[in-house]
């Protein structure tokens, strides 16, 4: 059993950066890639960006253009989600996600962090 815990969500104002952490913990934890995801009241959860934990590739939400950066710490099993130049539309619970292998889904969560980001 793999646990995802997020931190470094909050209230930040338009043009502002927040940095996203994910920390992992388990037996024996390993990952193909993890992975950012986000869900705003209302909305559909949304792929924001997802890094493979060996080879440190990273992939992108047409969104981001930019504006985020996804990195991982593999010593310390964390991932982090750099974003700046925020908008009131990134407002939404972010959550981190770990695909075990490259033929599987992401299915471990966590509990999510909440960005909000105001006008």
């Known amino acids: 059993q793999v646990q995802l815990v997020e931190s470094g969500g909050g209230l930040v104002q338009a043009g502002g950066s927040l940095r996203l952490s994910c920390v992992a913990s388990g037996r024996a934890f390993s990952s193909y890639a993890m992975g950012w995801f986000r869900q705003a009241p209302g909305k559909e959860r949304e792929f924001v960006a997802s890094?493979?934990?060996?080879?440190?590739?990273?992939n992108y939400g047409d969104f981001v253009k930019g504006r985020f950066t996804i990195s991982r710490d593999n010593a310390k099993n964390t991932v982090f989600l750099q974003m700046n130049s925020l908008k009131p539309e990134d407002s939404a619970v972010y959550y981190c996600?770990?695909?075990?292998?490259?033929?599987?889904?992401?299915?471990?969560w966590g509990q999510g962090t909440q960005v909000t980001v105001s006008s």
């Open positions: 996600a770990r695909k075990p292998s490259i033929i599987l889904q992401y299915e471990d």
């Open positions: 890094i493979k934990w060996n080879s440190g590739s990273t």
